[in-house]
């Protein structure tokens, strides 16, 4: 699969201009900049579309442009030299895909996949490594969007270790709405179970689970989430502490 941010199907789906202050929006990360940055990044920034299943990056692929998701969710994936790949965070609204390229990597060991369809803001990497390094506001937010990604990243690496299937699902299920807009999940058993590196057979039962309890609707290709104060109660402990650090290191503009 090629990715995105190089392709020549990227080029064709995104627009001939700089996005508007309101598209950009889309992304707290992009919300919170401060005027002055807004007025450098918005000529430097293109809006695209993103597909399920497009992959930004691959393991050891130079990152050439970082991404802002407005209305696509990103899935952080972890890759064996098998092939088997387990995911490791969730992006969306919230965050920024290619945050490896602030931290002196020219590449990564891990894989950006686009899990939900939707649109992103795409900038230049060495832009923003600039920006990064000469502007104290927008170095300040980035290392407070990194420190929550690094959380996510920790709570979900603890969750996978000591919580049951279950709980994963629960927590899996409402990072994925904050992302989104609604209260449906497009995905299939075998797709989760692909992320949270468990067996089908124990999402099945799971969601079934969730499901005789009232909390989800489930159809083909999709879950709906039906009691969401109800899903959180039945959640392990995770999704709590990773919306906690997301609300207080992002810019108050985020719900999430």
Do not use: K
């Not at 602030?102 to 600039?130: C, I, K, W, Y």
């Not at 049951?164 to 449906?184: A, K, V």
């Not at 109660?233 to 609300?247: L, S």
């Amino acid at each position: 699969m090629r990715s995105p941010c190089t392709s020549d199907r990227a080029s064709a789906t995104a627009t001939p201009r700089a996005p508007t202050l309101e598209e950009a929006r889309g992304n707290l990360l992009l919300a919170g900049l401060p005027a002055d940055a807004w007025q450098r990044w918005q000529p430097q920034l293109e809006l695209i579309e993103l597909q399920r299943g497009d992959v930004l990056y691959d393991g050891g692929v130079a990152i050439s442009h970082v991404v802002f998701p407005t209305t696509a969710i990103v899935s952080l994936q972890y890759l064996l030299q098998d092939g088997r790949a387990t995911e490791i965070a969730i992006i969306g609204r919230p965050g920024m895909v290619g945050v490896s390229r602030l931290l002196g990597g020219e590449n990564t060991p891990s894989r950006a996949v686009v899990q939900h369809t939707g649109q992103a803001m795409r900038l230049p990497a060495d832009f923003l490594m600039q920006e990064f390094t000469t502007q104290p506001a927008v170095m300040h937010m980035l290392l407070r969007y990194m420190q929550a990604l690094i959380t996510q990243m920790a709570q979900n690496a603890v969750c996978h270790r000591h919580h049951s299937i279950e709980q994963h699902l629960c927590r899996w299920l409402l990072l994925n709405l904050d992302r989104l807009h609604g209260n449906e999940v497009p995905v299939t058993h075998e797709n989760i179970a692909h992320l949270l590196g468990v067996r089908r057979e124990g999402v099945t039962e799971a969601a079934g689970q969730l499901q005789r309890a009232g909390l989800i609707g489930r159809r083909r290709g999709h879950i709906t989430v039906l009691d969401r104060p109800g899903l959180e109660a039945r959640c392990c402990e995770c999704y709590d502490v990773v919306r906690r650090e997301y609300d207080r290191l992002l810019p108050p503009t985020t719900g999430n």
